[in-house]
Antibody
Framework: EVQLVQSGAEVKKPGESLRISCKGSGYIFTNYWIGWVRQMPGKGLEWMGIIYPGDSDTRYSPSFQGQVSISADKSISAAYLQWSSLKASDTAIYYCARRVGATEAVDYWGQGTLVTVSS | QTVVTQEPSLTVSPGGTVTLTCASS?????????PNWFQQRPGQAPRALIY???IKHSWTPARFSGSLLGGKAALTLSGVQPEDEADYYC?????????FGGGTKLTVL
């Protein structure tokens, strides 16, 4: 069974750093892209970026380039989304999702990680 | 900045049929945009419904179908059930970049 399991909710202060994770299981992790999606409170879905764990090829949406960093550790089937200096406006639920390159299907989703940034 | 536009809200009666659409600011949506559709119920993660314009995932109920309609991607629900009340999002592929639509809130009333 394919699963994407994300790390737990975080409460941080502005200026702090953070890394959240997404662990894949039930499939060959290095053969599929992992994307990250933001959902701010009461708002829609926003595509942030994507990584291919096989070779760490990473692409960012223009709105998120330079704001976050996406990485992966294929030895433990994990993808990461990282901030070096959080802002209150980073408060959101963050989802990871699997993309099938050959078909451009985005099929399996993680359960989401709530990040709250507040002083 | 590419914008993908969906109807903000739609209402349908139980058992009825409704079509949601997804338009691109760059022009007509074609198969090359590989439209994906997702359902999100309150408090839940999104769930994939359709990819590649019209292909259903193994878990997608038969009453959901995808197509291209008048230069837009479309999601049609036939025989709507109360549990179909949710937000629906499309996702379009722009050759290395992906953009979500703003979402459609579907009310079943």
């Amino acid at each position: 069974e394919v699963q994407l399991v994300q790390s737990g909710a975080e409460v941080k202060k502005p200026g702090e750093s953070l890394r959240i994770s997404c662990k894949g299981s039930g499939y060959i992790f290095t053969n599929y892209w992992i994307g990250w999606v933001r959902q701010m409170p009461g708002k829609g879905l926003e595509w942030m970026g994507i990584i291919y764990p096989g070779d760490s090829d990473t692409r960012y949406s223009p709105s998120f380039q330079g704001q976050v960093s996406i990485s992966a550790d294929k030895s433990i089937s994990a993808a990461y989304l990282q901030w070096s200096s959080l802002k209150a406006s980073d408060t959101a639920i963050y989802y990871c999702a699997r993309r099938v390159g050959a078909t451009e299907a985005v099929d399996y989703w993680g359960q989401g990680t709530l990040v709250t940034v507040s002083s | 900045q590419t914008v993908v536009t969906q109807e903000p809200s739609l209402t349908v009666s139980p058992g009825g049929t409704v079509t949601l659409t997804c338009a691109s600011s760059t022009g007509a949506v074609t198969s090359g945009y590989y439209p994906n559709w997702f359902q999100q119920r309150p408090g839940q993660a999104p769930r994939a419904l359709i990819y590649g314009r019209s292909i259903k995932h193994s878990w997608t109920p038969a009453r959901f179908s995808g197509s291209l309609l008048g230069g837009k991607a479309a999601l049609t629900l036939s025989g709507v059930q109360p549990e179909d009340e949710a937000d629906y999002y499309c996702l379009l592929y722009y050759g290395g970049a992906w953009v979500f639509g703003g979402g459609t809130k579907l009310t079943v009333l």
